[in-house]
């Protein structure tokens, strides 16, 4: 058979016509190969194509990673803070929905919110006007109010907690004079509704001192009572003290006499039924934040925040996560600010932040931690006398203003959250004196925390993949 040539393509043709790209190549006569010009030719459309889809892939890489660092830039609040280093807080955009719960005469005082496994809410809190301690729940699916105890002017530094099958149990203060020096005493009480009605009784009764301030309750896994609770003697000054029925009796012990300890404790029980109390101290040219645990058997008191000639530590609140880390919110009364602080030692080791410094803000805190061991904070901005709450659900800490009604509102906040993650605030309206309570239905989501290092792997991936095949097919023109 005659081999003829394409002039065109150098290329010789079996069927002796001159084709273009579309038909199969011949051998070259010299050296048995393809024909170079028809492969060139052959190879360019591949070429184009295969080059505008590794363009695709780098584009595509390549917006991935300008939108990863736009979404980092955008979350980013800056390397973690220490000490008294200030978080600058964002805006957040939450739902709430606020009523009034008690309205008559003056009360509201001394709040205290719990949450049942119903979803059903328990406040205890103190009327000023009766000098009664006082109890609202929602429990019937309206809210209802009742006095749980009237003897004496009883009510004041409530604490509520609800054991596991929805009971209640309440720490309060009776306030007493002594009848021979006519000074002011108290007493620590507790009353509970385990019974079916409320009964209530005397834990420690103050005889030459002021007992059962400060106090606040929590429930172990046993549905055993744990009541931190402040003691004080006129010109000796405060202790931490502790009381519990773990062993079926009520047993007192003092945790901390240092001088003027003891005040604003908070106190919550860990998985393994360990006893944690934050609360506050005053002691020689400072004053501090401390802490208490029984978590190594026997207790051990630290100091968590101090500085020389502050007043740190005042409105403690604790609380404790999935994974057994304790979580403190307090105010920092000092030269240096009036701000609303938190304290954790869920890296391992304790760690400060200020969370909000606008204006003097973080009086009567209270925290809770959600399902997703996010950090949630009520206060009292008293700048502008409002309500204003605090999380880092979705990552940064943001705040917001939860109740900015007329007036001074948001005094003595308690904080609860429900199985839904919903919040709930109970509070007092000072001037108004009413008992308040707000919800918020949808806090911040959050971020998940694995988006910040998948995006950016997978569009790596692309980019190596598209550089890959623009190297292999360089490497195959060159052998060409």
């Not at 009572?225 to 519990?244: D, F, K, M, Q």
């Not at 008191?301 to 996560?321: K, N």
């Not at 880390?325 to 240096?336: E, G, P, R, V």
């Amino acid at each position: 058979m005659v081999m003829m040539k394409d002039s065109r393509t150098s290329a010789y043709r079996p069927d002796g016509r001159v084709g273009g790209i579309d038909y199969q190549p011949a051998y070259d006569l010299s050296g048995g190969r393809y024909s170079k010009g028809l492969l060139k030719r052959r190879c360019g459309v591949r070429r184009r194509a295969d080059g505008g889809h590794m363009k695709w892939m780098l584009a595509v890489g390549l917006t991935v990673v300008l939108i990863s660092a736009c979404l980092a830039w955008f979350s980013y609040t800056g390397p973690p803070t220490t000490d008294s280093t200030q978080i600058m807080p964002a805006k957040s955009s939450v739902t709430v929905s606020s009523e009034v719960i008690d309205s008559v005469g003056t009360t509201g005082r001394y709040t205290s919110i719990a949450v049942d496994s119903n979803d059903k809410l328990h406040i205890s809190y103190y009327d000023y006007t009766t000098r009664d301690l006082r109890y609202a729940t929602n429990a019937s699916g309206t809210w209802t109010t009742e006095t749980v105890d009237s003897e004496g002017d009883v009510g004041a530094y409530t604490s509520i907690a609800v054991d596991s099958n929805d009971k209640i149990h309440i720490s309060y203060h009776k306030a007493t004079i002594d009848s021979w020096s006519g000074e002011s005493q108290g007493d620590l009480k507790y009353a509970t509704g385990a019974s079916g009605s409320w009964v209530t009784e005397t834990i420690e009764m103050g005889s030459g001192v002021t007992s059962g301030m400060h106090t606040s309750i929590a429930v172990d896994s046993n549905d055993k009572i744990h009541i931190s609770y402040c003691n004080s003697v006129t010109l000796i000054g405060n202790t931490l003290r502790y009381a519990t029925n773990a062993s079926g009796a009520w047993a007192k012990s003092t945790i901390d006499a240092v001088s003027h300890g003891g005040q604003y404790s908070s106190i919550a029980v860990d998985s393994n039924d360990k006893i944690h109390i934050s609360y506050y101290c005053e002691e020689m040219f400072h004053n501090d934040l401390k802490y208490a645990t029984d978590a190594s058997g026997s207790w051990v008191v630290s100091t968590i925040d101090h500085y020389f000639q502050c007043v740190l530590g005042y409105f403690t609140s604790l609380a404790i996560d999935s994974n057994d880390k304790i979580h403190i919110s307090y105010y920092n009364n000092s030269l240096s600010g009036y701000d609303l602080k938190y304290a954790t030692d869920s890296s391992g080791s304790w760690t400060t932040d200020t969370l909000d410094s606008a204006g003097d803000v973080g009086r009567y805190t209270s925290i809770a931690i959600d399902s997703n061991d996010r950090i949630h904070i009520s206060y009292y901005d008293v700048t502008n006398t409002n309500l204003k709450y605090a999380t880092d659900a979705s990552g940064p800490w943001v705040t917001e203003t939860v109740d900015d009604e007329v007036g001074t509102v948001g005094w003595e906040t308690s904080i609860a959250v429900d199985s839904l993650d919903n919040l709930h605030i109970s509070y007092a309206d000072f001037s108004a004196g009413d008992l308040k309570y707000a919800m918020i239905s949808d806090p911040p989501e959050p971020i998940p925390e694995f988006s910040g290092v998948v995006i950016p792997v997978v569009a790596m991936v692309i980019m190596v993949m598209a550089a890959g095949r623009v190297r292999n097919r360089r490497k195959d023109s060159r052998s060409e």
